[in-house]
């Protein structure tokens, strides 16, 4: 009598993921890290909104970190979703039947995969925050020297207009000056004149 042994096969969660790891077309958002043994979200708002929905049916990334963690996934580094299992590498989708679900996981890894998602997304939201603001800055500074650099030939134009205009002024002035007090000497010369006229003839004879 033979026996036949049954080959397990793979969850559908277990594909899907290796699926999108493995597209290159995704790189950008999720991807295997250098030597193909983690893989990497790059992107946590874009995984959750372009890519789980195609293969999941929701967009919920702290149900699928749960996901992970129920087949014996591991967190590398703490400031970025980089997760492991030895039965999930690059090339080796035949060891994914390897990979088994946990029944009972530990209720503080469910509620610490819900913090890891928030946390992450909030860190994406911040570095996209911060590099708009940066690009602000710079426009507003691109704008004040292209404004001072177009203000400061104009001002020359009309301080030299100005100086063009004003050289006779000096020798105006003077002439006015000169002419204002001619004539005043004249006037009072006048009243003198007047002033002792009056006293002769009020003087007795």
Do not use: C
């Not at 970190?65 to 030895?86: A, H, M, S, V, W």
């Not at 020359?156 to 000169?178: C, F, Q």
């Amino acid at each position: 009598m033979k026996m036949q042994f049954q080959i397990r096969k793979p969850t559908l969660f277990l594909i899907k993921t290796y699926q999108l790891v493995d597209d290159p077309t995704n790189n950008d958002v999720i991807s295997w890290n250098d030597d193909g043994s983690t893989f990497i979200i790059w992107q946590p708002s874009g995984f959750s909104r372009d890519l789980l929905p195609k293969l999941f049916k929701h967009n919920n990334l702290s149900s699928f970190i749960r996901q992970l963690n129920n087949y014996g996934f591991r967190r590398i580094i703490p400031k970025r979703l980089e997760f492991t299992n030895d039965s999930f590498k690059r090339g080796e989708k035949h060891l994914l039947s390897e990979i088994h679900r946990h029944k009972n996981l530990p209720p503080f890894l469910l509620k610490n995969a819900d913090i890891v998602a928030e946390n992450h997304m909030l860190r994406e939201k911040n570095t996209y925050l911060n590099q708009k603001l940066s690009q602000m800055k710079n426009m507003g500074n691109n704008i004040l020297m292209t404004t001072t650099n177009h203000a400061m030939p104009l001002d020359l134009m009309a301080i030299k207009s100005t100086e063009s205009t004003n050289k006779g002024t000096p020798l105006l002035l003077t002439l006015k000056v000169k002419e204002k007090t001619g004539h005043e000497a004249k006037v009072l010369k006048q009243q003198r004149v007047s002033e002792e006229q009056e006293q002769q003839d009020s003087s007795p004879e």
